[in-house]
């Protein structure tokens, strides 16, 4: 029997109530082996304490990554503002007009892991900016089909997505169109389908190569290719560049950690963007399969390596940048990718000599209109992307419940004799376990905004996570 406390309550509780010893049960009976439901909560709160336990260490650890950058951050703004490597940009709306038409092209892709085989859905769909001027058509794209299990599907359904939405991106007459990602996206996930071990997935890749998604390669790489006239911007929002830091490291003697997202967040004031540089990390962006692959598929990437070409030309001539803007009402930065008309200039080379060439002036303004585009897209504090891009992310997330329709509606219309496989087709080869609902029910993985972006709403079964950024 429990000792009272002076005021007559059970110890250890102010509501007089008895504390059960740890791992107890409140019928009296311990949790056993076999018990292994009611281990879960003992366990999941010794699991958390224990992570919890590493907070100490990963602050200092943070703060010894990130400090540097901070303490460093005055001097350094001051040098990359008298080197010209700061630079503002007109960001109201007087200086906006004319308005111009913006829209972003994102897609998603679902594969359920069917007991029988695999289902592969893949979309690509299109929104509207919020000072776009509206008016214009916004088509969308999708791809289905079963296969057998193979561990590369999911290499072949990033193409299938990515064929995708290079062909949108190609269809809208939009004069500013947003990739979600970086110019090299689409183009490493249709290179790594076609150069996969398996020969039934590489043929497959092969086929989604069709003269339109050749002619939508090239509409990437080369403005003048374009059947609807505009500028192709990519926003990549998954980014490990050290490109700027490393620049900035190297010229001014700065011990500069933590990544060029980072340091652009730090140094920039709203309404501010880098000096643009040359896209290098595009530079290298090709399509070579092995000499094994068979003859379609060489043909495949040879077409497709030839029509990237001036895309790779366009980074040796400066002439596809890539710089950090910092919007008007934000506190966060956008990596942009982008094309200019003429090459770029060296900033410290005009500020240093006092000059500034034409060309480089022509380049430089291009850059800072479309900064000041990109801004209005992007009203903080609550969005860190423009909003054609978040509401496009937004659309591309029903690709999961898209794929549970139409799996439902598959098995509806099997014919007859398929009674011996039906239910395999209908479940997962894993255990469904009780609550939760969405787009992974079935085991199924959503990948919402393609390669490197998981939105799935994880579904019992499922795997799921935030909405990130390519």
């Known amino acids: 029997m429990s000792e009272a406390t002076p005021d007559g309550r059970a110890p250890g509780r102010l509501d007089g109530r008895a504390v059960r010893p740890s791992g107890g049960r409140p019928d009296g009976r311990?949790?056993?082996a076999g018990n292994t439901g009611e281990q879960a909560g003992p366990v999941a709160v010794e699991l958390m304490a224990a992570l919890l336990s590493e907070a100490g260490s990963l602050a200092q650890e943070a703060h010894r990554l990130l400090s540097p950058v901070a303490a460093f951050r005055s001097t350094l703004r001051e040098r990359l503002l008298a080197d010209g490597q700061i630079v503002p940009?007109?960001?109201?709306?007087?200086?906006?007009?004319?308005?111009?038409?913006?829209?972003?092209?994102?897609?998603g892709s679902v594969r359920e892991h069917l007991y029988a085989a695999d289902l592969m859905v893949a979309v690509a769909v299109a929104?509207?900016?919020?000072?776009?001027?509206?008016?214009?058509?916004?088509?969308?794209?999708?791809?289905?089909?079963?296969?057998?299990?193979?561990?590369?599907n999911d290499r072949l359904l990033s193409a299938a997505m990515a064929s995708l939405e290079l062909q949108l991106l190609a269809d809208l007459s939009h004069e500013v169109r947003i990739l979600d990602g970086?110019?090299?996206?689409?183009?490493?996930?249709?290179?790594?389908?076609?150069?996969?071990r398996s020969r039934a997935v590489a043929e497959t890749a092969a086929e989604l190569v069709t003269d339109e998604v050749v002619a939508a390669v090239r509409s990437l790489a080369d403005p003048d290719q374009r059947t609807h006239p505009g500028e192709v911007v990519a926003l990549p929002k998954a980014d490990s560049a050290h490109a700027f830091a490393g620049l900035y490291r190297a010229r001014y003697e700065l011990d500069l950690p933590g990544g060029d997202r980072f340091l652009a967040a730090q140094v920039l004031e709203p309404g501010e963007m880098l000096h643009p540089r040359a896209a290098t990390e595009v530079a290298g962006v090709h399509f070579t399969v092995?000499?094994?692959?068979?003859?379609?598929?060489?043909?495949?990437a040879s077409k497709l390596n030839q029509a990237i070409a001036p895309l790779r030309d366009a980074v040796g001539s400066g002439q596809l940048l890539v710089t950090y803007v910092k919007p008007a009402s934000a506190d966060t930065v956008l990596k942009v990718e982008f094309r200019v008309s003429e090459p770029l200039g060296d900033a410290s080379t005009s500020v240093s000599s006092g000059m500034s060439s034409?060309?480089?002036?022509?380049a430089l303004g291009e850059a800072q209109r479309l900064a000041g585009l990109l801004s209005a897209e992007t009203p903080g504090p609550h969005l860190q992307e423009p909003f054609a891009q978040y509401a496009v992310d937004l659309v591309a997330k029903s690709v999961s419940v898209g794929a549970e329709a139409l799996n439902q509606s598959m098995i509806a219309m099997l014919p007859p004799g398929s009674e011996d496989y039906l239910t395999l087709l209908a479940r997962s080869y894993r255990?469904?376990?009780?609550?939760?609902?969405?787009?992974g029910g079935r085991g199924g993985s959503a990948h919402p905004g393609g390669a490197g972006r998981v939105g799935g709403s994880g579904g019992p079964g499922g795997s799921g996570g935030p909405a990130g950024g390519r």
């Open 30 to 32: 311990s949790v056993g």
């Open 89 to 107: 940009f007109a960001h109201r709306a007087a200086a906006l007009a004319p308005r111009h038409s913006v829209a972003a092209v994102d897609g």
């Open 127 to 152: 929104a509207e900016g919020m000072t776009s001027v509206g008016g214009h058509a916004l088509p969308h794209r999708h791809w289905a089909h079963v296969r057998e299990h193979e561990s590369e």
């Open 182 to 196: 970086s110019h090299s996206t689409p183009v490493i996930a249709l290179s790594t389908a076609l150069a996969v």
């Open 290 to 300: 092995s000499e094994e692959a068979s003859k379609r598929v060489q043909e495949a």
């Open 358 to 362: 034409s060309t480089s002036s022509r």
């Open 431 to 439: 255990t469904r376990t009780g609550g939760g609902s969405g787009g």
